[in-house]
């Protein structure tokens, strides 16, 4: 019997109110039973291969069948208040969600001084923090610079890029190598890193112009994978597996610093280039590129048809959107003052575009507040060690099933002509 035969029947039984709940207490529990039958192996079966005994932990059993049927019961709830909420008109015109009031912030008349209070908490967090989540923040901070970049390809110009962190590759090895090699300093290095990850930006672009969906995340996932493999085989020149080590932090006119004073000067280099790429990124959105970034995103045929060079479009996307990678590169590098390369595996691409996604595609805020909730939620979780992920990879699903649109959802803009004027 299915569940829908199953509901038919308790409500035809025992009513509607009574049914339903019958239904979902037995669906629960057939969940919970299957939770147990699977993880039996796992959770109850202990071997101990010193003195070769099987220890059998029972108790773990009664935790995984409640804690599965409560879970499976929450989760029937807002399954079912979802499903009301979306059928109901009335509520959701009249309801005030959190992702409504932030979409909304920008025409708001506390949206600058929301915004001074937030950078000025960002300024004297060093002060009222320790060393090590200044550190953290700083980490943070640098996501968030990736994850606007990565918007910038994928949000805004709707081109699925899986290979974004080849260009983040770039950045950190062109500092790294630069300072090892030959004694560049940071702020000259800056510009470099970032010059070389556009460059590697549009020779990426140029061969695959006319691809689109999967075929184009596939194509920039290799091209990330080759770039890495180039650097862990060629020990020589990028020191292989083993990285490049001793580079020099950042200075500031020449002064020297203790630990905490390059901690704290890294902290604000990246904040300030954070604040940096938001500005700029804000203002591409708003401007006539950013306007057929949109516009490609939406559709390409249409694009074309209005005048619109797709070509160069693409192009000025995955350049911009490798040149904040680059920055972030360098950063990272700096940062670190060692690098390798299994710092920039493919799951680095992933998260930043888990950030992207879960923040709300096309929105600047909504990718900044991603990436910082995301990244520091697995620190702030350490105290459950080995349970941190699995808490994490819940939160992301919860994410997607309860907010397709991300933290903001970004509207499509409406324009609507004054009073005054009458259309023909």
């Known amino acids: 019997m299915n569940s829908k035969k199953l509901n038919k029947f308790l409500t035809d039984k025992f009513g509607d109110k009574i049914g339903n709940l019958f239904n979902e207490i037995i ?30 932990r029972w108790h773990n059993l009664i ?5 599965s049927f409560v879970l499976s019961y929450l989760w029937r709830k807002a399954l079912k208040l979802k499903e009301m909420k979306s059928r109901t008109e009335e509520n959701s015109k009249k309801s005030f969600s959190l992702s409504e009031s932030l979409s909304n912030l920008s025409e708001s008349k506390f949206h600058y001084p929301a915004m001074g209070v937030t950078l000025l ?32 390809v994928v949000g805004l110009g709707g081109l699925l890029n899986l290979g974004y962190v080849a260009f983040y590759i770039v950045g950190a090895y062109s500092y790294a190598m630069l300072n090892t090699h030959f004694g ?46 180039i650097l ?69 045929i249409a694009t074309k048809s209005m005048g619109i060079n797709v070509t160069m479009t693409k192009l000025t996307s995955f350049a911009l959107g490798a040149t904040w990678a680059g920055f972030a590169g360098v950063l990272f590098s700096a940062k670190t003052a060692f690098i ?29 507040i991603a990436a910082l909730i995301l990244y520091i939620l697995p620190e702030s979780l350490r105290a459950f060690a080995q349970y941190r992920m699995l808490v994490y990879g819940i939160s992301l699903v919860l994410m ?13 803009k409406h324009y609507k002509l004054p009073d005054n004027i009458k259309a023909d």
């Open 184 to 229: 560049l300093s940071f702020w000259v290095a800056l510009p470099i890193g970032a010059l070389l990850s556009t460059v590697f930006g549009i020779l990426l672009a140029l061969p695959i112009l006319r691809l689109r969906g999967d075929y184009l995340a596939i194509v920039t996932l290799a091209f990330a994978e080759i770039i890495r493999l």
């Open 121 to 152: 908490l960002f300024i004297l967090i060093p002060v009222f923090s320790s060393l090590y989540q200044t550190t953290v923040l700083s980490s943070a901070l640098i996501y968030v610079m990736l994850g606007l970049g990565l918007n910038i």
């Open 340 to 368: 390798n390369p299994d710092s920039f595996t493919i799951w680095e691409s992933v998260i930043i575009l888990c950030f992207v996604v879960l923040g709300g595609m096309g929105s600047i805020f909504g990718v900044a």
């Open 232 to 300: 862990q085989n060629e020990g020589d020149i990028f020191g292989g597996p083993s990285g490049i080590n001793n580079i020099e932090p950042p200075s500031f006119f020449g002064f020297e610093f203790g630990l905490d004073g390059k901690t704290v000067l890294m902290y604000y280099i990246i904040l300030f280039m954070t604040i940096f790429t938001i500005f700029v990124i804000f203002r591409l959105e708003n401007s006539r590129i950013g306007r057929a970034w949109q516009a490609l995103r939406e559709d390409e």
């Open 27 to 56: 669906l629960s529990f057939i969940t919970s039973l299957w939770f147990m039958i699977l993880m039996f192996p796992i959770m109850i079966i202990k071997v101990n291969t010193i003195d070769q005994t099987i220890i059998w």
């Open 400 to 412: 997607m099933i309860f907010r397709q649109g991300g933290i903001i959802d970004v509207k499509r």
């Open 63 to 67: 935790y995984i069948g409640a804690g």
